[in-house]
């Protein structure tokens, strides 16, 4: 924090308006929403009831509603798709998981859910591509967004950007808390002929 920012920060808390720059730290991390529609909260909240309820017809209806009445409503958008999901229109989720990201981008859920989508579907190139834009959007905190994108590469055909990802991963995984990193790096230098490496690796995986 600059001098001048410590400045204005020591002003505003003397102020009472620490709030206000909490509020500003936010909307410039892209953090700060506005409220959704309370009409459209409460179609949301209808179909969260009717899901609960085991009444899938109408939570969709509901759900509709909601992101009808407030299109950037994200929290809608993302039950709409978990729900498109659960009744295999995989098509319409991607557009709901799609739009629940332009609402707010910097949700990482939306981005690992409409992978798992991708991933279950064997879609390499729709995974390749969300989780090449959620590493886009961060690039340190995630080593399983490298794997997902690993993994699409590899099911490509791809090894040389398989291993780009793979190692940038494991980079980040210092702890060895994603196994399924070294694991795929294994059966990368497998494809590759190396077997000796790939057996070195084994330790990594076999308790995964």
């Known amino acids: ?75 809608a958008w993302q039950a709409m798709a978990k729900l498109q999901v659960e009744q295999k229109d995989l098509d319409a989720a991607r557009k709901s998981y799609e739009a629940a990201i332009r609402a707010q981008p910097s949700h990482t859920d939306y981005y690992f859910e409409l992978a798992g989508l991708e991933q279950g579907a064997q879609n390499w190139n729709g995974l390749i591509d969300i989780a090449e834009r959620l590493i886009k959007l961060n690039a340190s905190d995630y080593p399983e967004a490298y794997l997902l994108c690993a993994t699409g590469y590899y099911q490509s055909g791809n090894l040389d950007r398989a291993e780009e990802r793979v190692r940038a991963g494991e980079k980040l995984d210092a702890s060895q808390q994603s196994p399924k990193l070294h694991e795929l790096f294994g059966w990368i230098l497998v494809k590759r002929g190396n077997q000796a490496s790939a057996m070195e690796r084994r330790r990594f995986f076999d308790v995964a």
């Open 1 to 75: 924090m600059s001098i001048t920012e410590r400045r204005r920060s020591s002003w505003m808390r003397a102020a009472g308006l620490g709030w206000l720059m909490a509020a500003v730290v936010l909307a410039q991390n892209g953090g700060l929403q506005k409220a959704p529609a309370r009409n459209a909260v409460e179609a949301f909240q209808a179909g969260l009831k009717a899901a609960q309820s085991g009444r899938p017809a109408d939570a969709r209806r509901d759900y509709e509603k909601a992101v009808t009445l407030d299109p950037d409503y994200g929290e």
